[in-house]
């Protein structure tokens, strides 16, 4: 069955510029998570979105970052003016539902580079 | 806020049993996961706690003790496809948001 995709699989971007990652979550899901996991750590939360609603983004580093999901489906990340310190894997996961017994399904991440 | 510690590396022989710690100190509790990564892939789900004791799932088991903060993966009969990092995450609240530890390593050598 489909699972979470992402959309690229990578970017190479130049310092400045401005760039749009997306996610698909698995059909149905109520809850959508971005994450950003930098080489030998673990996943950091970025943000939150039951259905439209952005109810979480505490995680966000600056606000040069933003995120949003308008129908409650497909998911954008978009970095502006983008730094070196950007360069990371972007993860996106969504449950099932909005309850923290559910597992989130994860997708297989943007690896953004900044040069 | 939230710290979760795990040990970084592991290594173990193929056929034998290992045992992953995570310690972790949270201003809330609503469960806690274990993921495995493979590396360049995205984490996949392992296990899920919220109440005290083991939760067996064939060749993996995982363990909570809500009063200590502490929490372990025991993995049997070790496969080589089992090198893979594994991550502990603890969730805070309802809605399932999640803090990740840095993940642990695990080699599996012949």
């Known amino acids: 069955g489909a699972g979470v995709s992402q959309s690229p699989r990578y970017k190479v971007a130049k310092r400045g510029q401005d760039v749009a990652l997306r996610c698909d979550p698995i059909?149905?899901?109520?809850?959508l998570f971005w994450y950003q996991q930098a080489l030998g750590q673990g996943p950091e939360f970025l943000t939150y979105?039951?259905?439209?609603?952005?109810?979480?983004k505490s995680g966000l580093p600056s606000d040069r970052f933003f995120a949003e999901r308008p129908e409650g489906s497909v998911s954008t990340l978009k970095i502006q003016r983008t730094q070196q310190e950007d360069s990371a894997v972007y993860l996106c996961?969504?449950?099932?539902?909005?309850?923290?017994?559910?597992?989130?399904?994860f997708g297989p991440g943007t690896r953004l580079t900044v040069t | 806020g939230q710290n979760i510690d795990q040990p970084t590396e592991m290594t173990a022989t193929e056929g034998a049993i290992v045992q992953i710690n995570c310690t972790y100190q949270?201003?809330?509790?609503?469960?806690l996961f274990w993921y495995q990564q493979h590396a360049g892939e995205a984490p996949t789900f392992l296990s899920y706690?919220?109440?005290?004791g083991l939760e067996e799932k064939g060749r993996f088991s995982s363990f909570l003790s809500r009063s200590k903060g502490y929490s372990y993966l025991l993995l049997k009969e070790l496969q080589m496809k089992d090198s893979a990092s594994y991550l502990c995450?603890?969730?805070?609240?309802?809605?399932?948001?999640?803090?990740f530890g840095d993940g642990t390593t695990l080699t599996v050598k012949p």
């Open positions: 706690n919220v109440l005290d």
């Open positions: 995450a603890v969730t805070n609240t309802n809605a399932g948001k999640s803090t």
């Open positions: 949270t201003s809330g509790f609503n469960g």
């Open positions: 996961a969504s449950s099932l539902a909005s309850r923290s017994s559910y597992e989130q399904y």
């Open positions: 059909s149905g899901h109520v809850s």
């Open positions: 979105f039951q259905n439209e609603a952005q109810l979480d």
